[in-house]
């Protein structure tokens, strides 16, 4: 009998609910299944992903295969990690407890991650609530700084204007030069006119 991981669709219509069940690979999508090993929900920010890690690594082990999607869930669970490090405990590269705290550690900093995720998520949606509560915002303290900001650019105008001005002459002085080239560059074209009009 092939044995697959794959999703049970619940919820409503537009509103997807799924269980991450193990079933017979010949059963219906939403009939008879062996084990319920979890449940997702791709309806919240971030998605939800509940599953018992060590069901689902027990009938990997056994040789159930996942759908596309229950790979990606098991992978971003960490239950392939595991997977992965318990091949190297049979290959001797590791031994059992170095593979289960390297699990552990690879465990806590993905959950920690995930955590993160979720406060940045509930962070976002208080302050879009804040937005469109209509209520204004608490004015903050950028009064001084920007009182601040404007006493540092006065001096830096002050010295900007300076540097116009000094640089204001040394122009003036190439200007005449540069006039006086073009007229005498003319006036040899216009003696060469008259000579042919002769």
Do not use: C
């Not at 219509?13 to 219906?28: C, E, G, L, N, T």
């Not at 940045?120 to 700084?145: F, L, T, V």
């Not at 540092?152 to 006039?179: D, G, I, S, V």
């Amino acid at each position: 009998m092939a044995v697959k991981m794959r999703l049970q669709r619940k919820g409503r219509r537009k509103r997807p609910f799924y269980h991450i069940v193990v079933a017979d690979s010949r059963a219906p999508r939403d009939g008879k299944y062996i084990e319920r090993i979890g449940t997702y929900n791709p309806m919240t920010k971030p998605a939800t992903i509940n599953l018992d890690r060590d069901k689902a690594f027990e009938w990997l082990m056994k040789g159930a295969q996942p759908t596309d999607t229950v790979r990606a869930i098991l992978r971003f669970k960490g239950v392939l990690y595991r997977k992965h490090l318990m091949r190297g405990v049979k290959k001797g590269a590791l031994t059992l407890e170095q593979a289960e705290q390297m699990y552990q550690e690879y465990i806590q900093a993905k959950d920690a991650k995930i955590a993160a995720r979720f406060e940045a998520a509930a962070e976002e949606r208080r302050a879009w609530h804040q937005a469109i509560s209509g209520e204004a915002p608490a004015p903050a303290k950028a009064e001084e700084p920007a009182a601040e900001e404007a006493a540092a650019e006065a001096p830096a105008e002050q010295t900007a204007a300076e540097a116009p001005a000094e640089e204001a002459p040394a122009a003036e002085a190439e200007a005449p030069a540069e006039e006086a080239a073009p007229e005498s560059a003319e006036a040899p074209a216009e003696e060469e006119e008259t000579k042919t009009e002769e």
